[in-house]
């Protein structure tokens, strides 16, 4: 039996998958690879970012790179978004075209080709990972460079008038549950959530630490999770005496200063993946917190994957399906309260056995490849 043929394309290298947006992408490509499916990969890349790598050779039949053709007229004159217009190299058509399978265009930047009327003669798969206005909308209401925030906001503009196109698209793989009626608007809709590395899992035979903490942990160098952070240090550690943690890359100064204000607080500046994955094993409880609520926050998967006790807000929730796997908990007051009842409260084998069940009935690797392996077949 042939295997079944797609052609994907990526808007950045996705190796390695250091950062939440980019882990989707590669752990997609290596589940669909393992799934059976002959994968034609198509990438860009640019700098700052990864470089092309051979590494992904093992999993692709055919591997092209594409330079990012950024440049100040694309960002102030083109009518396109400047993530659709910076990726419009020809030779990524010719390719597509010299080949008529199926077309998975992994996120909006990736979508310059799709009014293309060849190919349009082709199945067409669009990955949204967000609604991307609304999502670049939040970054703006957030950013303090004056530049940067005008430059999001003139985005998050051209965006919303250009998501329409992907109406030409057959179906919409749609990572968060709570964005299908939106997206149902253009065609077809799933639920597929973020692929991610699932190789992790909470091992009851490592002994926890003495003393008991919270933990927080997240790329600090992003506005967001800066003012996630700075609320937890303000409004929720006066209110509890056991210790938060707060660990990620980039911390501010401001964001420093604050945390060694707080008597109670620690945070531990741009750690090595060794100590990133002690904490996240060793932690009593993880605090994940967020106040845009767009996509899937990869930091939540690999809590319920390898953490004990988990509290989130109604923004990290989506559509309620994390409600039946952590505690849902909104005001700073009843957070602490939980955080109190919670450290004293172990997390059994039984409670994790209940918890991966429900987890891996929808966000298995496995599972979401044979999805598209479906409709690729169909």
Known sequence: MDKPKVHIIAFDVPYPPNYGGIADVF?????????????????FYYKGHNPPTKELEKYCSKLYYYERKQSIFKLLFSKLPYVVATRNDSILLLNILSDPAPVLMDGIQCTYWLLHNDV??????????????????????VEKNIFRKWYLKMEAKKLRNYEWQIRHADITLCVARQDIPHFEQYGKTIHLPPFFDDTHT?????????????????NLSVTENENAATHIIEQISPLTEHKIIIAGRGPSASLKSLAGSSANVELIDTPDQETMSSLIRDA????????QQTGIKLKLLHALQSGRHIII???MDDDGIFAEMCDVVNESNKIADRIDELMNLEFTKEMKADRDQKFNAIYSNKIKAEKIL???KS
């Open 27 to 43: 752990y997609k490509l290596k589940s669909l690879h393992e799934a059976g499916a002959e994968i034609i990969y198509h990438c």
């Open 120 to 141: 349009q003669d082709q199945k067409i798969l669009y990955r949204a990972n967000n609604i991307e206005h609304e999502y670049y909308e939040g970054l703006a209401h």
């Open 202 to 218: 909470l091992d009851f035979s490592q002994p926890q630490p003495e003393e008991k903490f919270v933990l927080f942990q997240a």
């Open 284 to 291: 009593q409880i993880h605090l994940l917190l967020t106040f």
């Open 313 to 315: 807000n109604k923004y």
């Open 374 to 376: 479906k409709f690729l």
